[in-house]
Nanobody, 124 residues
């Protein structure tokens, strides 16, 4: 059974940092592309970052230089390190798996499994 479980969200002040984790099970992480997405009420889910099975990583322009995606295949976990957080980073963050053979960037329309999401709130 394929599962993706996010953790690490919370409340942080502007300029602060958080690290999100996406623990996967039911498949071998090495062979799959994983993306991070976020969504705020009333808006479409948007891609934040992506890590492909081939080692390629991509970032949305809005987070370049502030966010870093990484993976530990042995621990079956993908991370999103978020630094210099801004008010506009407030959202529910989701990790997701792309279909077999997919690369980065990953469109939300191509995702085959989603995690349940974790709330990130940037507030003073």
């Amino acid at each position: 059974q394929v599962q993706l479980v996010e953790s690490g969200g919370g409340l942080v002040q502007p300029g602060g940092s958080l690290r999100l984790s996406c623990a996967v099970s039911g498949f071998t992480l090495n062979y799959w592309t994983i993306g991070w997405f976020r969504q705020v009420p009333g808006k479409e889910r948007e891609g934040v970052s992506c890590s492909s099975r081939g080692g390629r990583t991509t970032y949305a322009d809005s987070v370049k230089g502030r966010f870093t995606i990484s993976r530990d295949n042995a621990k079956k976990t993908v991370y999103l390190q978020m630094n210099s957080l801004k008010f506009e980073d407030t959202a529910v963050y989701y990790c997701a798996r792309g279909p077999y053979g997919s690369g980065c960037p990953l469109s939300p329309k191509r995702v085959d499994y989603w995690g349940q999401g974790t709330q990130v709130t940037v507030s003073s």
